[in-house]
């Protein structure tokens, strides 16, 4: 059994290397989640699993024990509204944008991606709405998906889902049209595989290397994280963002306790946030 004491140990030390803030509560969760690891480690306590964790130079540890403590929960068109949004407001705009020569490519970023179900799941309603505006290709879309997870990544990398993945959320005439059936998995084709491109990367980094995004999807995450560390994210995804730039959250989520950079905006139910428009960063972001 963990003590108090190995918890906030180990707790501490999760929030320093990902950001997920465990308040009390969370102390099965650690024990549930950590105990075959302790023993596979050789360790005899949570204590000493905390130590070689500590010393091992190789991060090796420290990211099972992140690998072991993330949820990974996700879901094809998960809460369908934002997948509406994308086809009936956003892609349409960004595609008179493209027809009229003001734009070249909409950019689009999936910040903690799982096992790819969500960008796929944009990549795939991106090739729906190119069926009806044939001026659009599959070009005038970059999907840069991450996670901090490499095991996540390495699924979505492969696009190979099994029975239960393919039954959560995806239609069958999807199914039929996006994926190949083999014995036991589904792989996606390659004309969706190529429209993502996946890297690992943790929120707590800087990721200005990505390049100005028009649309963000950081959906189901923030909820994890603490107070300043939401403020943070939020603050940084804004600078990333263009002007006019979208941001997608999670459903139970809200960004109004902890931002005043973005508007809300409602379409057909669904909820999205729009960076507001300030004059200097106008000025300073303006080139396309
Ligand atoms: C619950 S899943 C959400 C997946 C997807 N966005 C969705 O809504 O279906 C949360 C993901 O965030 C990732 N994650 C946790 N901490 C992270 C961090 N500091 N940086 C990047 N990704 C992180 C986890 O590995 C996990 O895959």
């Known amino acids: 059994m963990i003590s108090l004491e190995e918890f906030h140990l180990i707790r501490d030390y999760i929030e320093k290397h990902c950001g997920i803030y465990l308040s009390d509560e969370k102390v099965y969760l650690v024990e549930t989640r ?8 050789g360790c005899k306590s949570f204590r ?30 998960r809460d369908l509204h934002p997948f509406g949004i994308l086809d009936e407001v956003l892609f349409k705009h960004y595609a008179d944008e ?51 997870s490499s095991t996540v990544l390495f699924i979505g990398k492969m696009g190979r889902y099994d029975n239960l993945s393919m039954s959560r959320g995806l239609s069958e005439e999807f199914r039929d049209r996006y994926f190949v059936r083999g014995d036991k998995v589904w792989t996606i084709k390659d ?14 980094e800087n990721f200005h290397h990505l390049g100005r995004q028009d649309i963000v999807f950081c ?5 994890y994280f603490s107070t300043e560390f939401k403020q ?18 999670g459903a139970s989520e809200s960004i109004i306790m902890y931002t005043q950079e973005y508007e ?7 909820l999205y946030y729009q960076i507001k428009q300030n004059e200097e960063k106008h000025h300073a972001y303006s080139v396309r």
Request: hydrophobic residues 40%; positive net charge.
């Open 98 to 148: 493209i027809t009229a020569g003001r734009k070249d490519k909409i950019r689009i970023w999936c910040s903690a991606c799982s096992t790819g179900q969500e960008p796929y799941s944009i990549a795939m309603t991106f090739r729906e709405f190119m069926r009806e505006n044939h001026r659009l290709r599959p070009d005038h879309i970059e999907i840069t998906a991450s996670d901090i």
């Open 264 to 270: 809300m905006l409602r379409h057909a139910m669904g």
């Open 219 to 223: 959906r189901n995450i923030l909820i």
């Open 232 to 249: 943070n994210i939020l603050r940084r995804i804004a600078s990333l963002l263009r002007p006019n730039g979208y941001l997608f959250l």
């Open 48 to 77: 000493e699993l905390y130590q070689k964790a500590v010393l091992d130079r190789t991060h090796v540890l420290r990211d099972k024990i992140i690998e072991n403590i993330t949820t990974n929960e996700t879901y094809w068109f």
């Open 191 to 204: 004309e969706i595989k190529q429209m993502v491109k996946f890297q690992k990367l943790n929120l707590q």
């Open 34 to 41: 950590l105990t075959a690891l302790m023993f596979e480690q």
